[in-house]
């Protein structure tokens, strides 16, 4: 399989043991393993290695909150592990984005490799638009991300993290720039605790460049199957 395994990550929400022992059955659907805060907190760097020696592209999913210099001290150490993203919250500021770009490419530079591409979450898929509201952060999240995207694009990111029920109209605001979409179900699949969720087909028509698909993969009774469907359906959706 090819083509269409560079727009899916598998959200490694497992343990670790349990996410190598997974990930042979996903790679050949899935080119992107992302690493989040529960096994990045767990195991640092040993959670990154052994996924990129088996050729997979790794998502550094931190969500970076801080003053700008700790953020862009965290990216540099962030940046020299060659992952081929890292997410920061665009909610820190314009300076705090600037700080992690700056940081990802010289900590990436000290160690010879390609600094990540610097992701900005703008309004995360657990929040509703009666959450946002009340958070005060505008009247929907749709209005939220789009604040927080001009911030970020102006801040230099690399990308955005929104919805995919989002993704249309940040692409038509910012074009080609690259969208992540996490809360990607196939249909059927249970919501969890996302509150704005898509079919992969839908992200894919939205304009989305990587989608995140983590419990309806490794929760399958048949992981590499379910892999292989969200593959085939993401291939037919890029073919449209």
Do not use: Y
């Amino acid at each position: 399989m090819s083509g269409a395994r560079e727009h899916i990550a598998w959200a490694a929400d497992v343990p670790l043991d349990e996410a190598l022992r997974l990930w042979p059955l996903l790679s050949p659907a899935v080119g992107v393993v992302k690493v989040g805060l529960s096994l990045f907190v767990e195991h640092g760097p040993a959670a990154v290695r052994p996924f990129q020696t088996q050729g997979a592209a790794v998502f550094l999913d931190l969500k970076l909150h801080d003053i700008p210099n700790t953020v862009e001290n965290a990216a540099a150490a962030a940046g020299s592990l060659g992952a081929s993203f890292l997410t920061v919250h665009a909610s820190g500021g314009e300076e705090m984005v600037r700080a992690a770009v700056r940081g990802a490419a010289r900590g990436a530079g000290r160690a010879g490799v390609a600094p990540p591409r610097i992701l900005a979450v703008t309004a995360l898929t657990s929040l509703s638009d009666s959450e946002v509201n009340e958070l005060g952060f505008g009247p929907s999240a749709a209005e939220m991300a789009s604040r927080l995207a001009d911030a970020a694009v102006k801040a230099g990111a690399g990308g955005l993290v929104c919805s995919a029920r989002e993704a249309r109209a940040l692409g038509a605001r910012h074009p080609g720039l690259f969208l992540c979409t996490p809360g990607i179900r196939p249909a059927g699949v249970a919501a969890g605790d996302q509150a704005r969720v898509e079919t992969a087909a839908a992200a894919i028509a939205a304009g989305s460049s990587l989608l995140v698909v983590g419990r309806a993969l490794h929760g399958a009774a048949d992981p590499a199957a379910a892999a292989k469907a969200l593959h085939d359906e993401v291939s037919a959706a890029l073919a449209r």
